[in-house]
């Protein structure tokens, strides 16, 4: 639905581009290119945070680490370049899907963002109770790319991402194929955070949520795909347990912040409390307490034995590698600000489809 619009616009007439939209798609990437490339771009810091749709589903012990307010890398270069991207291409996004709702006369199917370019932000308990699950209410904050009015005039939330040809020609293979790997791989990833949108809306009254859509633009070739992602009470079902874990898990995780920090004559209540030491011992307990996902572990392989291979410091020889097609999550830590936490010695060597490697040969 999406995408069609888009190429019948472009392939269309066209139209004069509204100076208001012009200026919020203009606001929107002035706002990524200061956040991302300017002086106050996150260099890494210190804060207790929690699990939000956006952002942390994939990875149980990413959750914890946030949560003890452990000091952050902070985005590397590649990281902020890929960051700024998405912005822009949803920027984009929201500006042609306007322009071309506009060239059929159809404005008003688009309910967010408003024309001033305000998100829908979600905020909503989401009750256990409502899936057969005991617990208390959970509290979830988003803001959703895209709100329209779909089939029937129902709303459907849509999110914009920015892709590599890779990743865009899985998740298109995905379109027709249910047993595509990339339908596990994301069911805690981009399909959780479309999911998790949907259920708050319903909880918020925004109708029967039976559908939102996740739309990829290829940055090598320009391509637009879209997928639905349909309602499913049993994978809902599946993230208010997780939900439920990363709760359960966090209050352990503050108590024991509380008495490290205690320990070392911090108060616990700053977020932003604490220091290498307290981090070591914080860091320390999480990996005892939650080892790295499989995906993870397993991933870890051998790389350039006899002839050697390209490595992050620019020499070649032989080295650990992360296996990144092994299993279908492990890319993930890609963009985890806890990286050398979990990967100590590992850094990027930025080929065609980066991989991150060892600078040193594996032990024997
Ligand atoms: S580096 Fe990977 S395994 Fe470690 S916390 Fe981050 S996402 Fe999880």
Redesign the pocket.
């Known amino acids: 639905m999406i995408t069609n619009r888009i190429m019948e616009y472009l392939e269309g007439p066209g139209r004069d581009v509204d100076l208001e939209q012009l200026t919020v798609a203009t606001g929107h990437i002035r706002a990524s290119l200061q956040r991302n490339l300017g002086v106050d771009r996150d260099t890494g810091s210190r804060k207790v945070r929690l699990p939000r749709p956006s952002g942390t589903f994939?990875?149980p012990?990413?959750m914890i680490?946030d949560a003890l307010g452990l000091e952050t890398e902070g985005y590397g270069w590649r990281a902020r370049m890929t960051f700024t991207h998405g912005d822009m291409t949803e920027a984009m996004g929201v500006l042609l899907f306007r322009q071309a709702m506009a060239a059929r006369g159809e404005s008003d199917r688009i309910i967010s963002p408003a024309a001033d370019g305000e998100q829908l932000h979600l905020s909503a308990m989401l009750d256990p109770a409502d899936y057969g699950l005991t617990g208390a209410p959970i509290h979830l904050q988003g803001s959703v790319d895209m709100s329209l009015k779909g089939h029937g005039d129902a709303e459907e939330l849509v999110d914009w991402k920015s892709s590599s040809r890779y990743a865009f020609q899985n998740m298109q293979a995905a379109i027709t194929d249910p047993d595509h790997k990339w339908w596990k791989k994301e069911e805690r990833g981009y399909i959780a955070q479309v999911r998790l949108y949907m259920m708050m809306a319903r909880k918020l009254g925004r109708g029967p949520q039976d559908r939102g859509y996740l739309v990829f633009v290829c940055k090598d070739t320009g391509h637009v795909a879209e997928c639905a992602i349909e309602r499913d009470d049993v994978k809902e079902a599946d993230l208010i347990r997780v939900l439920l874990w990363a709760r359960e898990n966090i209050e352990h995780a503050h108590e024991r912040r509380a008495i490290v920090l205690e320990g070392a004559g911090f108060n616990e209540l700053d977020s932003d409390a604490g220091n290498a030491e307290t981090d070591a011992v914080l860091e320390d307990w999480t990996r005892k307490n939650i080892p790295?996902?499989q995906w993870?572990t397993d991933s870890i392989k051998h790389a350039g034995a006899s002839r050697g291979v390209q490595r992050p410091d620019g020499t070649k020889g032989p080295c650990l590698e992360i296996d990144t097609n092994a299993t279908p999550n492990s890319w993930?830590?890609n963009y985890?600000p806890?990286?050398a936490?979990?990967?100590p010695d590992f850094a990027v060597v930025a080929l065609s489809k980066p991989v991150w490697r060892t600078n040193n040969p594996p032990n024997k």
């Open positions: 994939a990875c012990r990413r680490f790295r996902p993870a993930r830590c985890c806890h990286t936490r979990c990967f």
